[in-house]
């Protein structure tokens, strides 16, 4: 410390003291000065304020609940909107085929007319049949959507139906309808020819099977029946689905390699898993490209690669999801001209059929390219239009 006499006498040489310092002000407290200027008239609002600046004048909770609220909903509109808008043309050569290939059909009884088309299925030949249920029949059609033949009228007796809801082609070449009004699964040869009846307590609904020759039957019940088709009896029956809500309410239904179902619940908005014992082996809840964005489950099925399609029905599109649930991508969209599917299957030649119907509106099948296919490697060929009958001789 240097006193009085000794700052006298060493001023004449330039040194002094130095002054006390002052602290500088950081930009922290720089910037909360210029906000109180700022927010002056905010009536002594805090200084610093992350909200959106809607959400500042709103002093009320339920007024702020329903800024959200109106917010949300605002976004799931736009949303929508997204999907039915087209993407603008890209330069000429780099443009992808369109995914529809056929739309075969319309509402109707004839040949390759269809009335509430529910169920169907590909064959190890990449050919289609359609579970025509309000026409009380089943249709073949080939992979190109050329009809060929059909089979059932409205009964009980034996390769006729009342209302089949799905089909399905069981490895040994059998097919396997779901006669629902009469609760009942017919088995039919490759040539349609009856073979035997296995009976359903409840209406069936939807049927898978694995390689195991197991078929899984669910019912209008949310109950899945399981029996082998070397024996052709009922072995185990479970139930899936919601617990604590309806009872009644269809699900749809697709098996694994693994010999695990996939069921697809409409009332909940969820997808189960379960062995063929009926042990849940977990669920999740689809999402959708946007978040935000509600999925209506409905039709499944299950790729080569163990990932799940699923049509989400409320916004008409289908969805790919890994076998945890994860959202992968969406296959389709009403920009590939896909409406209200109902179910859908894969083909061996890369081809998605889908069936579809309304109220007042289009009851048909679509052909959609899922993967590149060698029936279709060149140019996409005219999708709308009546398909042709196949020749007697075909």
Same mark, same amino acid.
């Given at each position: 410390m240097v006193d009085y006499q000794s700052h006298y006498r060493v001023y004449p040489h330039g040194i002094t003291i130095d002054t006390s310092r002052v602290g500088v002000k950081?930009?922290?407290?720089l910037?909360?000065?210029?906000?109180?200027?700022?927010?002056?008239?905010?009536?002594?609002?805090?200084?610093h304020d992350c909200r959106h600046e809607i959400v500042k004048d709103h002093t009320d909770r339920q007024e702020f609940e329903t800024w959200v609220l109106s917010h949300g909903i605002t976004e799931t509109y736009r949303a929508v909107d997204?999907?039915?808008?087209k993407n603008e043309d890209p330069a000429p050569g780099t443009k992808k085929p369109d995914k529809l290939l056929y739309k075969i059909g319309e509402c109707g009884a004839l040949p390759a007319d269809f009335f509430y088309p529910r169920g169907i299925c590909t064959t190890m030949d990449c050919e289609i049949l359609v579970a025509d249920s309000?026409?009380?029949?089943?249709?073949?059609?080939?992979?190109? *959507?050329?009809?060929?033949?059909?089979v059932g009228s409205l009964g009980d007796g034996e390769t006729q139906f009342n209302e089949p809801c799905d089909v399905l082609e069981i490895p040994n070449g059998d097919i396997a309808v779901a006669d629902k009004k009469n609760k009942r699964v017919q088995v039919l040869a490759e040539n349609f020819e009856y073979k035997y009846t296995v009976a359903v307590p409840g209406e069936p609904f939807s049927l898978a099977c694995d390689r195991e020759m197991n078929v899984a039957v669910a019912t209008t019940q949310k109950n899945v029946h399981m029996f082998n088709a070397y024996e052709g009896e009922l072995f185990h029956t479970f139930r899936v689905g919601a617990k604590g809500k309806s009872k009644y309410g269809p699900v749809h239904i697709a098996m694994t390699q693994d010999s695990e179902i996939i069921v697809s619940d409409p009332e909940?908005?969820?997808v189960y898993t379960y062995n063929i014992e *009926?042990?849940?082996l977990g669920c999740f809840f689809p999402q959708s490209h946007t978040a935000g964005l509600a999925v209506q489950a409905g039709g499944v099925c299950v790729t080569p690669l163990g990932q799940i399609l699923l049509v989400d029905s409320l916004n008409h599109v289908v969805n790919l999801y890994s076998e945890s649930g994860d959202f992968l991508q969406q296959v389709l969209t009403p920009t590939d001209d896909a409406g209200t599917i109902h179910s859908l299957a894969l083909g061996l030649e890369g081809h998605m059929v889908a069936t579809e119907f309304s109220v007042g509106g289009e009851h048909c099948v679509k052909i959609f390219r899922y993967?590149?296919?060698?029936?279709?490697? *060149?140019?996409?060929? *005219?999708?709308?239009?009546?398909?042709p009958v196949a020749s007697p001789n075909m």
């Open positions: 950081n930009l922290r407290e910037y909360h000065e210029e906000g109180r200027k700022v927010f002056k008239d905010r009536h002594d609002r805090p200084v997204e999907l039915h808008d309000m026409n009380h029949r089943v249709q073949h059609l080939n992979q190109f *959507g050329v009809y060929v033949k059909q909940d908005g969820r *009926g042990k849940c993967r590149q296919c060698p029936c279709h490697e *060149g140019k996409t060929p *005219g999708s709308k239009r009546r398909t």
